[in-house]
């Protein structure tokens, strides 16, 4: 079920934003093409559910769209201003016309993919190395955008903080679970805690899912892993590199899945055509200096 809203097209909203389309809507929000009739620039205006929220619901929602205003990636959309209106919430976000990954499912090649592993893993890398590391927790087709260069963007990064407080204000009836086709293994257990792996396993669902048009393990995700199931192969005329890319992203246990900025080295190495071999040795060696520096310096002192 969605909230209600009540925008309606061809109006002006906040006396700037002329309101042609609705791009869509969720429980939370709408997002509506608008025209800026002061510079004539296509916008995205996101509208939050009028949901009663009390004042320090309202603060709160306003903190995190700040935050998301003042800190820029160039692989993050962020919001060129916000404000609130009868006591709901709006952001303007730029407008980018070839919407998201989910228009775009099995019309990529394999550099398009790689690609995209390199813009999507530059965000988390950098979400994962704030303090504290933000967990972007919805990497899924349907919030990646692809902009006008043909760069890939995450969207709504503190959606779910925002998501949060507008739920309180909410009936239980009026909003859903959602499916739990990008949910790690771990987050069926009891310990449902987010972690930045989650991240690199939702990033994993995703990659599949743009290349074969179906999630791994459908609306059951990861349960399935912990369950037993294998990770289907990948069919196609694809690369083992990038086979095996994707197998290591949705790994059983979360400290065999490589880290955000790991991937995009990886992605950087696929897309300049090196071996795949030569950064896994490289790596290795890496972990045994790391985990067994004693070793090493022994075997240095027999030389």
Known sequence: MHISITMKEKTVFQKNYYTERLLSRSHYSEVWLAKDVCTNVYVALKIYADTCLENDGLERIKEELSIMSNIRHKNLLSPYFYDVFEGRPWAVFPYCKNGNLLEAIGQFSEEQVWMLIRDVSNALSFLHSLHPPKVYQSVKPDNIIIDDEGNYLLTDWRSLDIQYQIKKSLKRETWGAGNCDYLAPERFGRKNIPTIENDIYALGITVYEVL?????????????????????????????????????????????????????????????????????????????RKFFPTHQKSNNSKK
């Open 212 to 288: 074969t048009g179906n999630t791994p393990f459908g609306e059951y995700g990861g349960q399935c892993q912990k369950l037993g199931a294998s990770i289907p192969d990948l069919e196609g005329n694809y690369s083992e590199q990038l086979k095996n890319s994707i197998k290591q992203c949705l790994a059983l246990e979360p400290w065999d899945r490589p880290s955000a900025q790991q991937l995009a080295l990886l992605s950087e190495t696929a897309l300049k055509g090196k071996k795949w071999y030569s950064h896994t040795i490289l790596y290795y060696l890496y972990s045994i």
